[in-house]
């Protein structure tokens, strides 16, 4: 175990020393409890800095504890950007569990070849990003475009998790053969959490396809579950009653974006991040 620890570095340390106890495997209030501790002990970490600041509007801990991820999983995370979500799953994974990082098929996306290239190039380059980020071994994590991921891997993950994403598969008519990709990646009963900037009920067709960053619960329910899942639970964790919705230049409008510039900055600071649905789903048979 030193060994461990000494290979992991001083983010990684601070899961390993919030790992289960014994006892607490018994019980699922007290696993769910120790799992919040381990969760927040990354979060709190220095090492996340500037990201700590979006924590109030996007509850790492409450949500990762609500989807139920465990240290033991094999966890996929799509398309990880700048690593928000990746600089505490990938730690609160390592030990015994596994991180993957899984971004578009560059083909179908409507950018342009040099974008597409930097794409193509991410499995090779996102474990040393995450390596930075966690100071761990590049080698602990893995990388894979939706196009390329290995045989053997189809079937291994326990838990995928889509932040803030459905919006871009669906305006860019991705969403079909993306999710196919990520259900072939669970096991048999795995489960695959969204987080998703949430439209009003009653807002328009027009508004809620994407273009906006805005997708109405019901669509992504219904495209999920007509894509071989089931809804499982949601939550309201993520919830904002304060985003009204209905900006012309649609989510980009609030922080951390501001779309409008310093128009009505105050405005919108006030009003924060997004209003989001929290939804966990379970791949079916």
């Known amino acids: 175990m030193k060994k461990t620890l000494t290979a992991m570095g001083a983010f990684a340390a601070i899961t390993l020393a919030t790992t289960f106890p014994a006892s607490a495997k018994d019980h699922d209030k007290g696993e769910a409890m120790q799992t919040g501790e381990a969760l927040a002990a990354i979060v709190a970490h220095e090492r996340r ?3 700590k600041a979006r924590d109030k509007y996007r509850n790492p801990v409450e949500t990762l504890t609500f989807f139920g991820v465990k240290p ?3 966890v996929v995370e799509y398309v ?5 979500y990746s600089k505490i799953l990938a ?8 991180y993957i990082g899984l971004t578009f098929a560059p083909d179908p996306l409507p950018f342009g070849d040099e974008a597409k290239e930097r794409i193509r190039g991410f499995p090779a380059k996102f474990p040393n990003d ?3 980020w966690t100071g761990m071994p590049a080698g602990t994590f893995s990388a894979y475009t939706a196009d390329n991921v290995p045989e053997d891997v189809m079937g291994t993950a326990d838990f995928v998790i889509i932040p803030r994403m459905m919006h871009n598969l669906m305006r860019w008519n991705l969403a079909d053969s993306e999710i196919k990709v990520m259900r072939s990646m669970l096991k048999d009963g795995g489960t695959l959490g969204i987080v998703q900037h949430r439209a009003k009920d009653d807002a328009p067709f027009s508004f809620a396809d994407g273009n906006k ?6 669509a992504v329910v219904n495209f999920m579950e007509a894509h071989g899942f089931e809804l499982v639970k949601q939550s309201e964790i993520n919830a904002n009653p304060k985003d009204t919705a ?3 230049k649609g989510v980009w409008t609030l922080p951390p ?3 409008e510039g310093d128009v009505d900055k105050a405005k919108y600071t006030a009003i924060g991040e997004s209003d989001r649905m929290t939804l966990l789903f379970r791949k079916l048979p």
């Open 246 to 248: 209905d900006y012309p």
């Open 49 to 51: 800095g500037d990201d």
């Open 80 to 84: 990880p950007g700048g690593g928000w």
């Open 257 to 259: 974006r501001y779309a």
């Open 213 to 218: 960053g805005y997708l109405h619960t019901a």
């Open 91 to 98: 730690p609160y994974v390592a030990e015994k569990g596994k």
């Open 72 to 74: 033991t999983d094999t």
């Open 130 to 132: 995450v390596a930075g």
